[in-house]
């Protein structure tokens, strides 16, 4: 249902249905048909919701800000409001808690139709004034796809299955870049990152390229600074995916990439094997270091907390370019930004992108074009090479 008023005519009229009181059903429906939800203008937004309740919550994970606050129930009705304040362009994920007697149940917004998914589950999406969805993460009639191959890999462990992305027109008598990805079928599933690749690829924003999706099979032991998944992406991955597929076997066209705990695993990685991977892209990166986010994370953190400490104590040039990415409303924001002058003071190339969004899968999707096309920046790419 198209919104017919403004969203600050809206508020307006939440006020006046407090002061209209009592107030009959119908005038509730009303109010709800004229509106789409929540509403978002400046930097307001009106969070709305109907059903009988004790108490409703909005319960989001913007850092720094309480992760549970409270609507107000307009007397009288089950209508209730809650009016937050959030900087223009920020992204939102949330869900409502309604608490009736002992019962807490978390849903998602029944007023809101956007969603958000990961592997937990499915969010609902506030969209402050200013945000808008990348038109290059829809899918592009226009561009050719790419089409995704199953590939067993030998190692010393046995064989791993790990999928991989071929550009459309892909040949065998070229040579394309590889990208190798951290939780790949996460990124496909929740990031969009085939269609990403297609769009991109087809606007000549980067090069066609080669992507291995790889997916971990316990990720809090491969992804903490681990020496067995180093040595199988750079001693037996990367060496077999370049001895079947027509890739430029040189740093410069190899690249890594991950989130979260995924990107500990990519600069890890790189700093095991300097040099090995020319380009990396770190999206909001689990880098707990000294006493900086330990207590919150736990123990399962000691070995990432090592790893850093140590990069930071001493830190070397592992890679030519790298870009970083974090949002502003995660608590991992003064990790990563401590991070960048770290890497840039070893010589190599850095770029660094904040959003206000939090530690999720569309933002880590929303900066997938300004990382890719500067890691691999299209025709260009080979004056890099």
Request: hydrophobic share 40%; glycine share 8%; aromatic share 10%.
């Amino acid at each position: 249902m198209p919104t017919t008023e403004s969203p600050r005519a809206a508020r307006l009229a939440i006020r006046e249905l407090e002061r209209r009181l009592p107030l009959r059903p119908e005038d509730v429906d009303a109010f709800l048909k004229k509106h789409d939800f929540p509403l978002a203008e400046g930097t307001s937004v009106t969070f709305v919701h109907r059903g009988m309740a004790d108490a409703v919550m909005l319960r989001h994970w913007v850092y720094g800000l309480p992760s549970s606050q409270p609507f107000r129930r307009i007397p009288g009705t089950d209508l209730w409001y809650l009016i937050l304040e959030l900087p223009a362009g920020s992204r939102v994920e949330y869900k409502l808690e309604v608490v009736r007697g002992p019962h807490h149940q978390w849903i998602a917004d029944p007023l809101n139709p956007h969603r958000a998914r990961d592997p937990f589950g499915a969010n609902s999406i506030c969209q402050a004034t200013g945000y808008e969805i990348p038109e290059w993460t829809q899918e592009d009639p226009a561009a050719r796809a790419g089409r995704i191959e199953e590939m067993s890999v030998p190692g010393s462990g046995g064989d791993h299955p790990i999928r991989v992305y071929l550009p459309a027109r892909y040949r065998e008598s070229r040579r394309y870049p590889l990208l190798v990805v951290h939780d790949g079928t996460d990124y496909e599933r929740y990031a969009s990152l085939k269609i990403v690749l297609d769009n991109l690829i087809h606007r000549l924003e980067i090069p066609s390229m080669v992507v291995a999706l790889t997916d971990p099979g316990n990720r809090m032991e491969e992804y903490v600074d681990s020496e067995g998944h180093a040595r199988f992406l750079v001693e037996e991955l990367v060496p077999h995916l370049e001895k079947e597929l027509p890739l430029r076997a040189r740093p410069g066209g190899r690249g890594l990439m991950g989130a979260s705990l995924g990107a500990v695993a990519t600069l890890s990685t790189a700093a095991r094997y300097p040099g090995f991977f020319g380009r990396l892209l770190l999206q909001s990166g689990s880098f707990a270091f000294s006493d900086i986010g330990l207590q919150e994370r736990g123990p399962a953190f000691d070995p990432v907390a090592d790893f850093v400490n140590g990069y930071r104590d001493d830190p070397v040039r592992v890679a030519e370019r790298v870009f970083l990415s974090c949002g502003t409303h995660e608590s991992l924001i003064y990790e990563n930004r401590s991070l960048v002058p770290l890497l840039q003071a070893t010589g190599m190339d850095v770029r660094y992108e904040e959003a206000r969004d939090g530690h999720h899968w569309e933002n880590w999707r929303d900066r997938l074009r300004t990382g890719l096309s500067w890691l691999f920046p299209g025709p260009l790419w080979m004056v890099y090479e």
